[in-house]
Nanobody
Framework: QVQLVESGGGLVQAGGSLRLSCAAS????????MAWYRQAPGKQRELVAA???????NYADSVKGRFAISRDNAKKSVYLQMNSLKPEDTAVYYC????????????????WGQGTQVTVSS
């Protein structure tokens, strides 16, 4: 069906950078919103950044000015460039697709990747 695969997580020192990637595959003609969420131990999952098919972007206040989301529709991929990383950014980061449009005209909803660990040391 639909699969989302994240990559790019790892261990970095405070002030460093990482770039996360997420590639969607399966029966997909196009995608509406692609987004990144994160969840730290003992905390609720939160939206980090989202980008619509029209290029409208939203960021969590905590990452504004430090993170940048982008997408490549031809590759069905979304990216998250993370700069000036802080220990508070440590979490599992998940890729999300809210809605797909299939080649037969049908829709699918709410797909998630398995997550990639980002650890920022102080």
């Amino acid at each position: 069906q639909v699969q989302l695969v994240e990559s790019g997580g790892g261990l970095v020192q405070a002030g460093g950078s990482l770039r996360l990637s997420c590639a969607a595959s399966g029966n997909i003609l196009s995608i509406f919103t692609m987004a990144w969420y994160r969840q730290a131990p003992g905390k609720q999952r939160e939206l980090v950044a989202a980008i619509t098919s029209g290029g409208v972007i939203n960021y969590a206040d905590s990452v504004k000015g430090r993170f940048a989301i982008s997408r490549d529709n031809a590759k069905k991929s979304v990216y998250l460039q993370m700069n000036s990383l802080k220990p508070e950014d440590t979490a599992v980061y998940y890729c999300n697709v809210d809605r797909i449009f299939r080649r037969d005209g049908s829709n699918g909803y709410d797909y998630w990747g398995q997550g990639t660990q980002v650890t920022v040391s102080s």
